[in-house]
């Protein structure tokens, strides 16, 4: 199941509200995670099974979406959420990340 | 506190073999699945292997079946990853995670692999 992230990059400002989308080649329910990826860190869980919170994740991470179409949304970006990131499903094996998304400041 | 600490990285040639392995500790390690993700320099993640709580269950990406084995010692809370065949493709930092349920929890460090000669 190839999983498709756009855009690959976002340029926005400190402040706004952003959503970024994740497409599956096929139907894969809510079996998708997302991941943030910060420069020379391993990644960590955002939002596991399209929507469920993380403990210890800010609220201001969302997710939304069923069958294909995924949405990661985030609340007035933070300075600390300029980073990367992924989405993953555990539909079916093998498991696959999209290629990414780039959160920047303008 | 979780936390997963890998070892046995490093710079190996074509062909040639490498284990790595992974420490586990903060959580009950037998009842959690396991999993190896690796990261290509300056490409994204890609999910290698995983491993049930007893290890009686194991699945491969493709392009690492038959050359690549995980494998778990419950007693001693490690993960491994045996490493043979080794290509210039397999180059990557490989991450030890849990893996309940197909999502990755919780991550190490990582550590990098080098296939080159």
């Known amino acids: 199941i190839m999983l498709t992230q756009s855009p690959a990059t976002l340029s926005v400002n400190q402040g706004e509200s952003i959503s970024l989308s994740c497409r599956a080649s096929q139907s894969i329910s809510t079996n998708l995670h997302w991941y943030q990826q910060k420069p020379n860190e391993s990644p960590r869980v955002l939002i596991r099974?399209?929507?469920h919170s993380i403990s210890g994740i800010p609220s201001r991470f969302s997710g939304s979406g069923s069958g294909t179409d995924f949405t990661l949304n985030i609340n007035r970006v933070e300075p600390e959420d300029f980073s990367l990131y992924y989405c993953?499903?555990?539909?079916?094996?093998?498991?696959?990340f999209g290629s990414g998304t780039k959160l920047e400041i303008k | 506190e979780v936390e997963l600490v890998e070892s046995g990285g490093g710079l190996v040639q074509p062909g040639r073999s490498m284990k790595l392995s992974c420490a586990a500790s903060g959580f009950t390690f037998s009842n959690y699945g396991m999993a190896w993700v690796r990261q290509a320099p300056t490409k994204g993640l890609e999910w290698v292997a995983s491993i049930s709580t007893s290890g009686d269950n194991t699945f491969y990406r493709d392009s690492v079946e038959g050359r690549f084995t995980i494998s778990r010692d419950n007693a001693k809370s490690t993960l491994c990853l045996q490493m043979d065949s080794l290509r210039s493709e397999d180059t990557a930092t490989y991450y030890c995670?849990?893996?309940?349920?197909?999502?990755?929890?919780?991550w190490g460090q990582g550590t990098l692999v080098t296939v080159s000669s």
């Open positions: 993953q499903q555990s539909n079916s094996w093998p498991f696959t």
């Open positions: 099974y399209t929507s």
């Open positions: 995670t849990t893996n309940n349920y197909g999502w990755f929890a919780h």
